[in-house]
């Protein structure tokens, strides 16, 4: 019995990620084809919300018996001033993830840059989709990609190895946006890791979705200049956006701070 168990927690980051990835596609088949429309976004969150609830039955109720250090990482919401400072933290997150994926594929290659720009109908869309991205999709993704995966290891090196592992799993499940889901997803198992809260990851997650989704709206009333590539899926926010982020972190970085302060 303890033998099956030790070769199931080396094969859990697998199999949370193909777990993760069969959820998922079951969440993306109502907007298929040529399916659109508010009623096939609206099955789609039902379906996401039914994926959830199994995921946290799963790392609930199943997990911890069969993984007894999976009991080391709550499932209880973090204090409130944690989960608002990593939303605030979270748009410098983007920021800085963008321009650092910019950087380095400069190094191999010339990126060709152009304005972005949104029609109406394209905001529409990405407004009725953000609802999913923003609420739902990254409790689901973290509970598949991280908790799941994380959660059976005790030591922290080990953790950190998976975190790196289902990184790269999920910048595959990205395809073209590989670069910076893949930096996007260590930050968030490190978070995880840190904080032991599958919540402050999920928040963190949340705030980088919502920070594109108003990015969008930027973009569409043409408040600044952004330019962005397509291969790999690169956005450059400009500088008014740049200094916001800034002020963000520093407000989310304070109160992540006093709360750490308080309960010391």
């Known amino acids: 019995?303890?033998?099956?168990?030790?070769?199931?927690?080396?094969?859990?980051?697998?199999?949370?990620?193909?777990?993760?990835?069969?959820?998922i596609y079951m969440t993306a088949l109502p907007l298929s084809g040529d399916h659109s429309g508010f009623g096939y976004e609206l099955l789609t969150w039902l379906i996401t919300l039914v994926g959830i609830a199994l995921s946290l039955y799963l790392v609930h109720r199943v997990e911890p018996k069969v993984f007894p250090s999976?009991?080391?990482?709550?499932?209880?919401?973090?204090?409130?001033?944690?989960?608002v400072g990593l939303l605030l933290i979270a748009p410098l997150l983007l920021v800085t993830e963008e321009y650092l994926v910019y950087g380095i594929t400069?190094?191999?290659?010339?990126?060709?840059?152009?304005?972005?720009?949104y029609t109406t109908d394209e905001l529409q869309e990405d407004l009725q989709s953000s609802v999913h991205a923003v609420l739902l999709a990254p409790i689901l993704e973290e509970l598949c990609f991280r908790q799941m995966a994380i959660s059976p290891f005790r030591r922290r090196r080990t953790q950190i190895f998976v975190c790196v592992?289902?990184?790269?799993?999920?910048g595959v499940l990205h395809v073209r946006n590989f670069p910076g889901a893949f930096l996007s997803a260590i930050?968030?198992?490190l978070v995880f890791i840190w904080s032991g809260s599958i919540w402050c990851s999920v928040a963190l997650h949340a705030g980088r979705n919502l920070t594109a989704t108003l990015i969008a709206v930027y973009s569409w009333l043409q408040l600044g200049d952004i330019q962005m590539t397509k291969t790999p899926v690169i956005?450059?926010?400009?500088?008014?956006?740049?200094?916001?982020?800034?002020i963000l972190a520093v407000a989310g970085g304070y109160l992540l701070t006093r709360k750490r302060n308080k309960l010391s």
């Open 165 to 170: 592992v289902m990184a790269l799993l999920f």
């Open 70 to 83: 999976a009991r080391d990482f709550s499932l209880k919401l973090p204090p409130t001033n944690v989960f």
């Open 187 to 189: 930050v968030y198992g």
């Open 235 to 246: 956005i450059l926010p400009d500088m008014k956006i740049v200094i916001a982020g800034v």
């Open 1 to 23: 019995m303890k033998q099956a168990s030790g070769l199931l927690k080396l094969l859990m980051p697998i199999l949370s990620a193909v777990y993760g990835v069969a959820v």
């Open 106 to 117: 400069s190094l191999s290659h010339t990126i060709e840059l152009e304005p972005m720009t």
